[in-house]
């Protein structure tokens, strides 16, 4: 499985934009790249799923370059709800579900 | 709405003992995994199954068993507990589907004294 890096963490305020790059270099053709969200004391949540350009649902948008290297998780306008670990995953299609959890992103929205 | 339980949610238990719990997901999903959160490690696959009497092992399966004799759970088991394995355990179910995303319970606190 391809070894993702992204930043340990993130401070922003209320009504910004958050931009999480994750860089997966060894990422393999058949690879999905999928970010899920973990608020304390609960299980990881799923949030956006791509395998290339861009992916866009109702929570955020997924940017994916063409070289598929790295992928930007991108929160419009966050609120304080939006403090959780972000992780970023890199999903093979013939083992799905095994996937390699790094240390996510933490991060925090203040007022 | 359907659901992912696990149970307990948390456990107190000595070491050599035989602790299980409890996964059960209403969702009719075919693969089921489990997890294990620890700081500084993230979350480590423990074992998984894709569908009814398949098991198998994840990175850190060893001194943890599971069986699937059912869509519905998969119970995890630890044959004699170690406090290396205290940690926050992670049940997550998918459609059999491939990039159906994992829905994850909300963890079984274990302490191992």
């Known amino acids: 499985l391809a070894k993702t890096t992204q930043p340990i963490s993130m401070d922003s305020y209320e009504g910004q934009e958050v931009n999480i790059t994750c860089s997966h270099n060894n990422i393999a053709t058949n690879d999905y790249i999928t970010w899920y969200q973990q608020f304390p004391s609960q299980g990881p949540r799923f949030i956006i799923q791509g395998y290339k350009t861009k992916v866009t649902n109702e929570v955020a948008s997924l940017f994916i370059p063409a070289d598929r290297k790295s992928s930007t998780l991108s929160l419009p306008r966050v609120s304080l709800s939006d403090t959780a670990v972000y992780y970023c995953?890199?999903?093979?299609?013939?083992?799905?579900?095994?996937?390699?959890f790094g240390a996510g992103t933490q991060v925090v929205v203040t007022p | 709405d359907a659901e992912i339980t696990q149970s307990p949610r948390h456990k107190i238990t000595e070491t050599g003992r035989q602790v299980t719990l409890a996964c059960h997901q209403t969702?009719?999903?075919?693969?089921m995994f489990w997890y294990r959160q620890d700081l500084g490690h993230g979350l480590r696959l423990i074992h998984y199954?894709?569908?009814?009497?398949?098991?198998n092992k994840g990175e850190v399966s060893d001194g943890y068993s599971v069986s699937r004799s059912n869509t519905e759970d998969l119970p995890l088991t630890l044959e004699s507990a170690a406090s290396s394995q205290t940690s926050v355990y992670f049940c997550?179910?998918?459609?059999?589907?491939?990039?159906?995303?994992?829905?994850f319970g909300n963890g079984t606190r274990l302490t191992v004294t």
């Open positions: 969702w009719n999903h075919n693969n």
């Open positions: 199954s894709y569908g009814v009497h398949d098991t």
């Open positions: 997550a179910s998918s459609d059999q589907g491939t990039n159906s995303p994992l829905h």
């Open positions: 995953l890199v999903a093979r299609q013939d083992s799905w579900g095994k996937f390699q």
